[in-house]
């Protein structure tokens, strides 16, 4: 699946994850390959996007914001920790 | 006839003003490029956020239904006027008072009462002189000040959504200057809310956590925050544009006006010169005679 993490000004992530984890209002959420179309608002955490063929997920921290996931292809529109 | 020492005074009044108009028309150019930076790099996002703002649109209740919607009756219109802090940015200023000044006839031979928030205290002064009895006029201090812009803006928006939604206004329109080029700028007005949205063709279900409202209810005001960002953006981009050419003009009459008094001064001073050898050479001859 694509995803996209856009903070104001800049673009965080931009590519191809296999597993993505966000901090959910109510709670940790995992979006994978087929998962039902959502939007979730985000609070305060860490976004972990695993990439395919990577040891370790990229970390982004959050101050808050929310997260479109459609189609295979997930959109992540935050605030981050100035 | 001007003397020398007059006219050395007044080159070297023109020359300063001319290295001050000179500075301000690079510092103008670097303000200029920052905004046009910034005002690129956030497209993308609000871009972004509009299109989950339109999938949200579905199965709203009453309030926040209006947000999209708009309301029937329009009786009170909010004008968000972006002008600018400071001067000497040719008619800028003058412009988006002008374009003001006529929607809100506009607005009082259709019945409708205006408030106005301006943005930038330049419009403050003359704007407070044009309104009726009914309308309202506060200035946002310190909205240029602010360190990031998008603090002030999301603080604007946070106001103008609980005006809404306490029925003092109907409406929310900003008026600023767009640029085209640096020498075609043009005075806009863009409605801010009701929000447009593209419409949704995606009919697949769709799960919304915590629940569309409580979404609606954070993403609105961030949204309209983050409109009112950009088109401050877009105004700084036109104000600087605005006092580059101002300047750069400017520049060039200090340039017309010391070459016209430099070709004054020598031809003084070759007249002086050509006097005193007159004087010295009658003397002498006078002198020869005798």
């Known amino acids: 699946m694509q995803a996209k993490v856009l903070a104001l000004g800049k673009e965080l992530f931009n590519g191809e994850a296999v597993k993505v984890v966000v901090p959910a209002v109510n709670g940790e959420m995992c979006l994978l390959q087929n998962h039902i179309s959502t939007i979730t608002a985000l609070r305060q955490g860490c976004i972990r996007v695993f990439r395919p063929m990577a040891e370790r997920p990229i970390s982004i921290a959050i101050e808050r914001g929310v997260c479109s996931f459609s189609d295979n292809s997930a959109i992540f529109i935050v605030e981050t920790v100035a | 006839m001007a003397t020398l020492k007059e006219l050395k005074n007044k080159i070297n009044v023109i020359n300063s003003t001319r290295k001050l108009t000179s500075a301000m028309k690079l510092v103008a150019g670097v303000k200029l490029r920052k905004a046009e930076q910034k005002a690129n790099a956030s497209r993308g996002y609000a871009l972004e956020l509009n299109k989950i703002l339109s999938?949200?649109?579905?199965?709203?209740?009453?309030?926040?239904?209006?947000?999209?919607?708009g309301r029937k009756n329009i009786k009170n219109e909010l004008l968000i006027v972006f002008s600018s802090d400071r001067g000497l940015c040719g008619n800028f200023n003058y412009l988006i008072h002008n374009?003001?000044?006529?929607?809100?006839?506009?607005?009082?031979?259709?019945?409708?009462?205006?408030?106005?928030?301006?943005?930038?205290?330049?419009?403050?002064?003359?704007?407070?002189?044009?309104?009726?009895?009914?309308?309202?006029?506060?200035?946002?201090?310190?909205?240029?000040?602010?360190?990031?812009?998008?603090?002030?803006?999301?603080?604007?928006?946070?106001?103008?959504?609980?005006?809404?939604?306490?029925?003092?206004?109907?409406?929310?329109?900003?008026?600023?200057?767009?640029?085209?080029?640096?020498?075609?700028?043009?005075?806009?007005?863009n409605e801010l809310l009701p929000i447009k949205f593209e419409p949704d063709n995606d009919k697949s279900i769709t799960i919304f956590e915590p629940s569309v409202d409580e979404i609606i209810d954070e993403l609105v005001p961030y949204n309209l925050g983050i409109q009112i960002y950009q088109t401050a953006l877009e105004s700084i981009t036109s104000e600087q544009s605005s006092r580059m050419t101002s300047m750069d003009n400017a520049t060039r009459n200090a340039d017309s006006i010391l070459s016209e008094l430099k070709i004054k001064y020598n031809r003084t001073r070759q007249y002086k010169i050509t006097q005193e050898l007159t004087e010295v050479i009658s003397g002498a001859n006078a002198i020869a005679e005798g």
């Not at chain 2, 999938?55 to 919607?69: A, D, V």
């Not at chain 2, 106001?159 to 640096?182: G, P």
Request: include cysteine; hydrophobic fraction near 40%.
């Open chain 2, 99 to 189: 374009e003001v000044a006529r929607l809100v006839n506009d607005f009082h031979e259709n019945g409708k009462n205006v408030h106005i928030i301006c943005v930038g205290n330049k419009a403050f002064s003359p704007l407070k002189k044009i309104i009726g009895k009914f309308d309202y006029i506060e200035l946002e201090e310190g909205f240029y000040q602010s360190p990031e812009i998008v603090e002030s803006s999301l603080i604007l928006a946070r106001k103008a959504i609980e005006y809404f939604k306490s029925n003092l206004i109907d409406r929310i329109s900003a008026v600023y200057t767009r640029s085209y080029s640096a020498l075609k700028r043009e005075v806009e007005l």
């Open chain 2, 55 to 69: 999938r949200l649109q579905r199965g709203l209740l009453k309030i926040n239904s209006e947000i999209f919607n």
